[in-house]
């Protein structure tokens, strides 16, 4: 099960979440979303962890813990939307093109020369 973390500390690591989880269960992975630009923390990460009970039991218990001075929040994490929509529902159909007009529109108000 994927789990979402949020508002962590930007000071919290990668080891020290995966730590936090492994003590309700075996990790199967740990990731911390780093900005690209400044190489630090954005404040969330995910953590896959391959038995249910395990995610539920850290899920649980950890969800607004105090690490690090903030409360981080724990939940499951949901699959990213493909291009176009969610994965529940459907994309919205697109507007019908409209055909450029071969001229600028006439105002029935304006005299014809």
């Not at 730590?19 to 979303?33: A, D």
């Not at 630009?37 to 404040?43: D, F, P, Q, W």
């Not at 038995?51 to 950890?62: E, S, Y």
């Not at 969800?63 to 939940?75: F, L, S």
Request: aromatic content about 4%.
């Amino acid at each position: 099960m994927k789990l979402l973390v949020r508002n962590l500390a930007r000071s919290t690591t990668e080891t020290e979440l995966r730590e936090m989880f492994e003590s309700y269960g075996r990790v199967q992975s740990c990731t911390l979303v780093m900005d690209k630009k400044t190489g630090t923390s954005k404040g969330f990460g995910f953590i896959e962890m391959p038995r249910p009970g395990d995610a539920k039991a850290a899920m649980k218990n950890l969800n607004g813990k105090d690490v690090a001075g903030n409360r981080i929040r724990v939940k499951k994490a949901e699959d990213k939307p493909a291009a176009g929509g969610s994965p529940d529902k459907p994309p919205a159909p697109k507007a019908p093109e409209q055909p450029e007009p071969d001229e600028a529109p006439v105002n029935p108000w304006q005299r014809k020369s």
